[in-house]
């Protein structure tokens, strides 16, 4: 099996090390100090019992093509750069190519075929213009949600925290070889990978959970326990998450749990930054169209008021502005 990840960050190089290391070959399309480490060290897992190594070849995207048509393409790059490295995956992909985009918010293939009031939209807030889903029609795709938190102490080397969790599906909802094979693909690796039936909802419902955290973590450079802790803030992130749900049960991804019980889960995770906080800190951009930017376009077209999202977005959007980029 022919397998290239594209962004072999912190998802990108766990994934890719663990099925790397369970004996099917990974390329890896990476640039930069992540490039020149895997090509020197290998793939390379910090976790408790040690440092998990698995040779990999490794690209620059511009090389990406010389890799040939591959029969799985893990996108791990955050929302916000996928426009950036679409040149690199369209030399990837042949008649029967699947692509697991691993990405958190909501996805450009979302509304392709699901159905409902948003059927067949195309949101400006994910893909603008629609280039993505121009160079990666919705037939390739197979969706995924990552439970899993991996940190990267430097480039090349993942640092695996919590969690092993891959739940995926194919957007139609139907049960396929592919999507099988994928799943003992994953689960050979050692992963916790799940097919599901319903991916949107899981899509939704992980959206659900950190379109507030993330953002708020960004505006006030809060762990999210200290976020949790005043009740001011909690308060105004349950609201969000109320006008979250309200659009999801618009759409067909309804959320049966309150933002109260989702609160009792994230406490559980401690005193963590979150990705978008580290984000903030190092001066990149923030994944904050696909997280937050989309529900308030869903809201508007299924006639939802969104002034707390709304709030978040402005907010967060506007000090990322008035930061340094790196």
Known sequence: MRITVVGAGAIGGFVGARVAASGVPVNAVARGGTLAALRQHGWRVEHRDGLLTAPVHAVDPG??????TQDVVLVAVKAQSLPAVLPAIT????????????????????????????????????????????AIPTRHVVGSVVHMSCATPEPGLVRHVAGTGLILGEPDHRDSERLRQLVDLFRAAGLDATASSSIHTDVWYKLWGNMTTNPVSALTRAT????????????????????????????GCPIAETPADRTVVTRKLGAFRTSMLQDMEAGRPLELDALVGAVREIGLVVGVPTPSVDAVLGLTRLAASCRPLA
Do not use: K, Y
Request: net charge negative.
């Open 224 to 251: 999210a326990d200290r976020i949790l802790d005043d009740e001011l803030v909690l308060a105004f992130c349950h609201a969000a998450m109320r006008e979250a749900a309200e659009i999801g049960a618009r759409i």
């Open 63 to 68: 090389e990406a093509a010389a890799l040939g």
């Open 91 to 134: 030399p990837l992909l042949g008649r029967e190519t699947v692509v697991v985009p691993a990405l958190n918010g909501v996805p450009w293939w979302f509304f392709d075929g699901f159905g409902g009031p948003c059927e067949g939209r195309q949101l400006e807030s994910v893909d603008p213009g629609g280039a993505v889903a121009a």
